[in-house]
């Protein structure tokens, strides 16, 4: 996570849909996954928040595993007053 600080590479974390999106890195063969999504109402700060992780052998990410993160960002920001 703290390589795609610095470096928009494809590679490391990519954008899933509006709100959604996934890091990801290779480690002993297998794709780690985590889903997160970013919070702005901060005007000094943006929070990243993952929602959940897994491991992957294919590229494409299920549509399950990114509805379940938009289900986990929509609680979050209900949660919150937003």
Excluded: C
Excluded at 5 to 19: A, C, G, I, R, V
Excluded at 56 to 82: M, P
């Amino acid at each position: 996570m703290r390589r795609a600080q610095f470096h928009h590479d494809p590679k490391l974390f990519k954008k899933l849909n509006e709100e959604i999106w996934e890091f990801r890195t290779l480690y002993a063969g297998l794709q780690y996954r985590l889903l997160a999504f970013w919070d702005k109402t901060d005007k000094k700060q943006t929070l990243v928040l993952a929602t959940h992780g897994f491991i992957k052998k294919t590229s494409k990410v299920d549509r399950k595993e990114i509805d379940k993160a938009e289900r986990i960002r929509q609680v979050y920001f209900k949660n919150k007053g937003l």
